[in-house]
């Protein structure tokens, strides 16, 4: 039986639960949410379309197609649905207990759900072995991860998957935070022959800073494709938010200056967690990790003196998100020092 009594796994960008769970007063500068900083601001007011259904158009058809460079991709609402959605589906699909790979440092979301359907779970650190792969029906990969800053190449994954798909067996692949580095992505590959059993999940909110619009995608082969559109809910994902959808994805100029802003800042916030620590992961641009045993203390200092950053679940590390101007870079570098003039703690 589920072990319903299991806590849901706790998640950055909370700050009013914060506020008010430590009585926290006056300004904070948020790091925690590994969001896009420099969100889509062409935002118009649009009140039309809050009183028609929400219904996906042809045209939206084409540019979710265009954007993930497959026709078998489906909008979903947020990716975070289909994390949840997927382990019930297989459980019903399969009709077994399931035994499922999992990184043992991930977005804690995708553990928690295939729990909550019994599957036995069996971990691995960076690449799955052949051992595991064989011992698993389901292996599940955050790329690049999330919140350990580390990638698998399109080709160690597709090598992988192929393996999967001749095994019978499948594999889902979390891009949540691709969309700044799509050379890692296969999405494109989604439904090629010989990988039929390759699942890609996106997310919208991420990359365009809108978490707000509740919007994502998953990318599955014929086979199961109308299995999960019958099951995405009906209007599920709202008028506006679909309209945002379209005109992001279709603005290439915005899309390669966002790039880019993203890029420069995120060396920017590696340069000067460098100064403090000497380990240091900013091969995801949206975040930087930082490895210390001193995360825990780093953390509650930064925090009285205004500065919310993510403590990773271990307590060994701390994820930063990038600072959208030199203000924010400066404030937290302040903070830093601050928290460094004891002799407590070591970088």
């Known amino acids: 039986?589920?072990?319903?009594?299991?806590?849901?796994?706790?998640?950055?960008?909370?700050?009013?639960?914060?506020?008010?769970?430590?009585?926290?007063?006056?300004?904070?500068?948020?790091?925690?949410?590994?969001?896009?900083?420099?969100?889509?601001?062409?935002?118009?007011?649009?009140?039309?379309?809050?009183?028609?259904?929400?219904?996906?158009?042809?045209?939206?058809?084409?540019?979710?197609?265009?954007?993930?460079?497959?026709?078998?991709?489906?909008?979903?609402?947020?990716?975070?649905?289909?994390?949840?959605?997927?382990?019930?589906?297989?459980?019903?699909?399969?009709?077994?207990?399931?035994?499922?790979?999992?990184?043992?440092?991930?977005?804690?979301?995708?553990?928690?759900?295939?729990?909550?359907?019994?599957?036995?779970?069996?971990?691995?650190?960076?690449?799955?072995?052949?051992?595991?792969?064989?011992?698993?029906?389901?292996?599940?990969?955050?790329?690049?991860?999330?919140?350990?800053?580390?990638?698998?190449?399109?080709?160690?994954?597709?090598?992988?998957?192929?393996?999967?798909?001749?095994?019978?067996?499948?594999?889902?692949?979390?891009?949540?935070?691709?969309?700044?580095?799509?050379?890692?992505?296969?999405?494109?590959?989604?439904?090629?022959?010989?990988l039929e059993n390759l699942i890609v999940l996106r997310s919208f909110g991420k990359f365009s800073g809108l978490p707000g619009a509740r919007i994502g995608a998953v990318g599955v082969s014929t086979q199961l494709r109308h299995v999960v559109k019958s099951d995405i809910p009906l209007w599920g994902i709202s008028g506006p938010s679909l309209t945002l959808f379209e005109r992001v994805v279709a603005d290439q100029a915005w899309l390669r200056s966002a790039c880019e802003e993203v890029t420069v800042w995120s060396r920017k916030l590696d340069v000067v967690l460098r100064r403090y620590f000497s380990d240091v992961n900013s091969a995801v641009k949206l975040f930087s990790i930082i490895r210390t045993p001193d995360a825990l203390i780093i953390f509650e200092r930064l925090l009285s003196d205004g500065v919310y950053v993510r403590l990773l679940d271990n307590g060994l590390g701390l994820r930063v998100s990038v600072p959208k101007n030199e203000a924010e870079l400066n404030y937290l570098e302040t903070a830093l020092a601050r928290a460094f003039n004891r002799e407590d703690i070591s970088a």
Request: proline share 6%.
């Open 1 to 194: 039986m589920t072990d319903i009594s299991k806590p849901r796994p706790k998640h950055g960008g909370d700050l009013s639960c914060l506020r008010y769970e430590r009585d926290l007063q006056g300004s904070i500068l948020d790091l925690s949410s590994a969001v896009n900083p420099f969100a889509y601001d062409k935002l118009d007011n649009e009140p039309e379309q809050w009183k028609s259904l929400p219904n996906i158009s042809p045209s939206l058809k084409e540019r979710v197609a265009q954007y993930y460079d497959n026709e078998n991709f489906l909008l979903t609402p947020g990716s975070q649905w289909a994390i949840e959605y997927l382990p019930k589906l297989f459980k019903q699909q399969l009709d077994k207990s399931l035994s499922v790979a999992v990184p043992s440092e991930g977005y804690a979301e995708h553990r928690y759900h295939w729990q909550k359907v019994d599957a036995r779970l069996y971990e691995y650190d960076v690449l799955a072995s052949n051992e595991l792969i064989e011992a698993v029906d389901i292996c599940v990969v955050i790329n690049p991860n999330n919140p350990s800053g580390d990638f698998l190449t399109a080709k160690e994954i597709i090598t992988l998957a192929e393996r999967m798909t001749a095994a019978g067996k499948w594999m889902i692949i979390d891009e949540a935070f691709v969309d700044f580095h799509h050379e890692f992505s296969v999405s494109s590959y989604v439904g090629k022959p010989g």
